[in-house]
């Protein structure tokens, strides 16, 4: 079972701000996205990759960072891996509350991307949806080598984020209802998550819907932490 952050766990400077932000929209976002996965089958697919390959790889302990109100930590659950293995993570309290709330059968714990209370390769799988958009730019580097500290050599992790408009700006501020949030490039995503030891396994972008709430295009990046073992 994850445990709760304490308070000198908790997040400095941006990160904080972004935690006090989230608080005060928790209940708002909750209403907002608890369904946003039933129109989004390109979203489920990759999802669904992305479960199939921690599977393949003998399967274990899959974190869902960034979880907020949980939706998408309860899809995982029920995508086939076993209960006790899904858990989720979120540095808002209030939206770990509702978590609890709404999923009771799962787990989950507030804590930071940049400090996870998570041991050394413990886990199979890291799914971090659109909860890096609130880094910036400088942080990022060492929220990645969280994300491979923590996987099992030969686990996979599931990003997804929105892209900037190309590779000449490779990160981009955006207005964002919560706190401040950057668009990246997928090209240059993935070649942070290589310096970290992370390998592109398969990339989906998907065109804007006339029914997203901003016209851009999103990103899922499947990467896997190389195997220690002999081939």
Request: proline share 9%; net charge negative; glycine share 10%.
């Amino acid at each position: 079972m994850p445990r709760d952050a304490s308070p000198e766990d908790s997040p400095p400077g941006s990160l904080a701000a972004t935690r006090e932000a989230y608080d005060g929209a928790a209940d708002a976002y909750a209403r907002l996205f608890r369904d946003s996965l039933r129109d989004s089958p390109l979203d489920r697919a990759m999802l669904g990759v992305f479960a199939e390959a921690v599977r393949v790889g003998g399967g274990g302990r899959v974190a869902d960072l960034g979880c907020g109100p949980g939706h998408v930590t309860a899809y995982l659950a029920g995508s086939g891996m076993r209960t006790d293995d899904v858990f989720g993570v979120d540095a808002s309290p209030a939206m770990i509350a509702l978590a609890h709330q709404a999923y009771p059968e799962l787990q989950f714990a507030v804590g930071s991307m940049t400090g996870l209370i998570i041991a050394d390769g413990s886990l199979a799988g890291v799914l971090s949806r659109w909860s890096i958009i609130h880094t910036p730019p400088p942080e990022l580097p060492a929220v990645i080598a969280e994300f491979t500290r923590v996987l099992a050599p030969g686990g996979h992790l599931l990003l997804g984020f929105s892209a900037s408009d190309g590779a000449a700006e490779p990160t981009q501020v955006f207005d964002h209802a919560v706190a401040p949030a950057y668009r990246w490039w997928p090209d240059h995503l993935s070649a942070l998550l290589s310096a970290a030891g992370l390998v592109e396994v398969a990339r989906m972008i998907r065109e804007p819907l006339p029914t997203d709430r901003r016209p851009f295009k999103e990103v899922h990046l499947l990467a896997r932490k190389a195997s220690t073992r002999t081939p």
